[in-house]
DNA sequence: TTGTAGGCGTTATCAT
DNA sequence: ATGATAACGCCTACAA
């Protein structure tokens, strides 16, 4: 323990009375300059560290955050958590990081455990059903990621633009079939996605989506996808996404289909890796870092709740055109005007 | 607060002692089991949970752990961070997770606020100096990764296996001239594989290995170390860890530069991302989770000091040999008994 | 086997 | 502006 000095020992060393010294810590105001910094003199000589169980004891508050994230491999969460973190520390939190594993149950354990040691819970992307949800954040200040529920904050992305954006890119390159390989069915965002389809399908006349399935959101579930995705002909895949997306071309190229001569794909998210990959992936883009530190912000503003609570809103996204998308080779019919131009490409078409 | 509920209101509901409650819940042989189940039930009932601030004020033991790593965004301290977690868990312990953002001066302040609120740390890959780490490890229970220090628990990768195996596979192809693009000058991996080079030269003869710098451990730094590569004439590239290897692989392609035909790549510590590029990242695995679970156990070890402190040993490492390698161009003569072979070409190489 | 009493280090209340 | 005192919830002697 480095901490064995107490306020006793810097009250003694300092000539005034524990509370004095209580008070110069926290309240600095309500001390004489000359004591405090006296007593600052004491605290900083005997290398004083308030004890936190001590205070927490009395004050009820911990100055931690929980964050309960399915998966720290998938560098989606590793980011966000790297967006709460940051955020966190900056206004004297330390943050409990756990990693359910994708599993519902040890998804609930971690929150029954975490929900006692601190002042605020960040639940990532949860997997759990509306009325655990509802049941555990109960008496707990909670932030929800990609999900929402009512009554309790959440930051989400837009997932209506997000699927929107991506249909209308491959809609304007000529695509009419795509499929989309979706993520896990207990993800609320999958579900939000899924329903943007139909939105969007009413701005895209003739678009045909053919859902192939809930995969698990990695490398692996990708390669499943992929020739279910195939079998369906369509001339395109939007993944739940990036590393699916991920997953998705690598087994296309392994069964020798070129991307994106023989399919357009398309990720979510735009992670690090869509840019190693050859062709790069085209993806749309999700403030990672920024939903987590928006999170964070939730929750200290429902800690000290100053101002009236915001109505939650959803944060932008962006396509990022890449090489993973193309023109199909079952293009649309080009009109005539476009026919007679004098674009070889467009001739090589007639043979 | 979810726990409003304390040990005397289920004493009350049991008709016990606040005591008996205490040792029912803990030394769970110290009470008759009658009463014991009685207390469970009534707990239960109450949905009573301990106050870790009031338990630890007593017995000054938090049951969390700290894990202070510099990057949470790198795919190697994510998966090491994971195995942290997972470990510490199944141990009943919770775990703080800091990211420093490869900064020493974060880094150390870091520490000084999770060491007052934890019962062990791991730091992983520390950057900072050994006299300041001396000096923040003193009076915590520390475990140490990939990094070495008197009287300091440390879990390693073994960085001489892991330098021998890559120059062992090149030289093997018939590189005599490997470039090595190193990590940051701070980190003590680094240095280890900057001295288990000067090991492996003595079992290769002929060979020469040019360290080109210190560059960042990501993506971006492998981009930058890419063109001095190519400008020492070597035909082979030996990276600080895959994100570089994966940097260079990009910026080789972007100039051009054929992989592995031109110039082969070799990374370290095998993360996910090695196979999605093309061609896959040759590279020596590290166990990434392992070095985290060890971490964990190494901490229990010290806190439970019940068997007698292990010498620290580095954690076996093993070559990945995947497409980014293969005989240089410019491959050392073959012996005579092998060019009068059938082999085509061979007798290519004749024109 | 169980109950009683005291204190862990801090902050809040009340008094001065 | 400062000091004395009590209390937070729990655990651990010690007593019964």
């Known amino acids: ?52 169980s ?50 519902i149950r040890s998804e609930i354990e971690l929150v029954r455990k975490l929900a006692s040691q601190v002042d605020g819970l960040i639940l990532c992307s949860p997997r759990m059903s509306d009325e655990e949800l509802a049941d555990i954040t109960e008496g707990t200040t909670t932030v929800l990621i990609n999900r929402r529920l009512p009554d309790v904050e959440s ?34 965002s999958d579900g939000q996605r899924r329903h943007g389809i139909h939105t969007a399908l009413a701005d895209l006349p003739g678009l045909e989506v053919i859902e192939i399935g809930s995969f698990t959101p990695v490398f692996g579930g990708g390669q499943s996808a992929a020739d279910l995705a195939v079998a369906t002909g369509a001339s395109a895949v939007l993944a739940y996404n990036d590393l699916m997306a991920l997953g998705i071309l690598s087994r296309l190229q392994a069964r020798g289909i070129q991307v994106p001569r023989d399919m357009s794909v398309v990720g979510i998210d735009d992670v ?28 200290i503003d429902g800690i000290h709740p100053e101002n009236p609570r ?3 809103e959803a944060l932008p996204v962006q396509l990022i055109v890449r090489s993973s998308t193309s023109v199909p080779r079952s293009a649309v019919p080009l009109t005539s005007r476009e026919e007679a131009g004098p674009n070889e490409r467009s001739s090589n078409a007639h043979h």
Chains 1, 2 share one sequence.
């Open 272 to 299: 690090n890796a869509a840019t190693l990959v050859s062709p790069a992936l085209t993806t749309v883009r999700a403030p990672l870092r920024k939903v987590g530190t928006a999170a964070v912000n939730a929750l």
């Open 155 to 188: 930051i989400t992305v837009d997932d209506t633009e997000i699927v929107r954006q991506a249909l209308g890119h491959l809609y304007a390159l000529g695509h009419r079939s795509v499929a989309y390989a979706g993520g896990p069915a207990t993800s609320w």
């Open 1 to 52: 323990m480095a901490g064995a000095v107490t306020v006793r020992d810097v009250a003694r060393l300092a000539s005034v009375s524990a509370s004095t010294v209580s008070r110069a810590l926290s309240a600095s105001d309500l001390v004489a300059p000359v004591t405090r910094q006296r007593i600052l003199d004491a605290a900083q000589q005997l290398g004083y560290t308030p004890n936190n």
């Open 54 to 103: 001590a205070r927490g004891l009395i004050t009820g508050r911990t100055n931690n955050f929980g964050l309960v994230v399915p998966d720290l491999e998938n560098p989606y969460f590793a980011s966000v958590t790297k967006g709460v973190q940051g955020r966190a520390l900056r206004e004297g939190y330390a943050v409990f990081v756990a990693d359910s594993d994708e599993d």
């Open 310 to 312: 915001l109505e939650p």
